[in-house]
């Protein structure tokens, strides 16, 4: 028996390979409460991705002391004024933290506190994210290509996505004069 493996995974032509990859994608159908402008939302074309999501998962879903492994990818685009993004969302357990690493593209890292503090942090390729345990995070695309990052998180943290689903962030992210600004979420 050799002791010298392949990797179970391996990030060929910018997608992961293996056996143990889950694939899932965003729709505008799928996304109908994290926009601002409602209206601008139901005129979009529900079959509209706005993300797709790869990950592997090479141990059980809340095992304490495994990590996860995953790759986003934010389409360009907006709804109203409001960049294509993610859902959002804080862990099951808030404490635990994640890293984001961007590959290719541009965009913010929204951050929100459980005060609901909220503010930004910019992507590009090459740039590190720590996100702290406690903090919600949801990412949105500025730029003109295909947002990638890929994220790292401990495989016990889970997602707590109704908490953003129904209170949203304090702040939305909007194209004005062509740049991206944080605003009061007044909804």
């Not at 790869?54 to 995953?70: A, D, H, I, N």
């Not at 016990?156 to 209170?167: L, N, P």
Request: hydrophobic residues 35%.
């Amino acid at each position: 028996m050799s002791l010298i493996l392949e990797p179970a995974v391996t990030f060929i032509n910018e997608q992961l390979e293996g056996k143990s990859i889950d694939k899932i994608d965003r729709k505008i159908k799928d996304l109908t409460d994290i926009f601002y402008d409602k209206q601008a939302h139901a005129a979009m074309p529900a079959d509209t991705i706005v993300y797709e999501v790869e990950s592997y998962f090479p141990v059980k879903q809340g095992t304490e002391g495994g990590l996860f492994y995953g790759i986003t990818y934010i389409h360009p685009g907006t709804v109203g004024d409001e960049y294509f993004m993610t859902k959002g969302h804080f862990h099951k357990i808030r404490n635990r933290a994640e890293f984001y690493c961007t590959l290719q593209g541009e965009g913010m890292l929204l951050l929100m506190d459980e005060e609901g503090k909220t503010w930004a942090e910019k992507m590009y390729p090459g740039s590190v994210h720590y996100i702290p345990g406690h903090i919600a995070h949801r990412t949105a695309n500025t730029g003109d290509i295909i947002l990638s990052f890929s994220a790292f998180w401990p495989s016990d943290a889970g997602h707590d996505y109704a908490t953003i689903s129904e209170h949203g962030f304090s702040k939305i992210l909007v194209k004005q004069n062509g740049k991206p600004v944080l605003m009061d979420n007044d909804k």
